[in-house]
């Protein structure tokens, strides 16, 4: 079972096609092909920050946190 790519127009026959077929795919889904391009630009510049500031968080203080919370219940020694 894969995906139909009848629902959104014919297969990409190439990398960068695919890629600008994914790009549409996001654009459609989130909808922010109603806005302008400034608008859009802003919008997937905040997304990228949000997301990159959450995954160095989840990097940088997760594993703190997780050792912490084994000691706590003896599942890890110190």
């Known amino acids: 079972m894969g995906f139909d790519f009848k629902l959104f127009g014919k297969k990409p026959t ?3 096609g695919y890629i ?6 996001y654009c459609i889904t989130t909808g922010i092909y109603m806005l302008d391009p400034w608008e859009r630009t802003v919008f997937n ?14 990097y940088a203080f ?5 050792f ?3 000691s706590h219940f003896g599942l890890m020694d110190t």
């Open 14 to 16: 190439s990398v960068v």
């Open 20 to 25: 600008e077929w994914l790009y549409f795919i």
């Open 45 to 58: 510049t905040c997304l990228i920050l949000l997301l990159s500031m959450s995954f160095y968080t989840a």
């Open 62 to 66: 997760l594993p703190q946190h997780i």
């Open 68 to 70: 912490a919370m084994l």
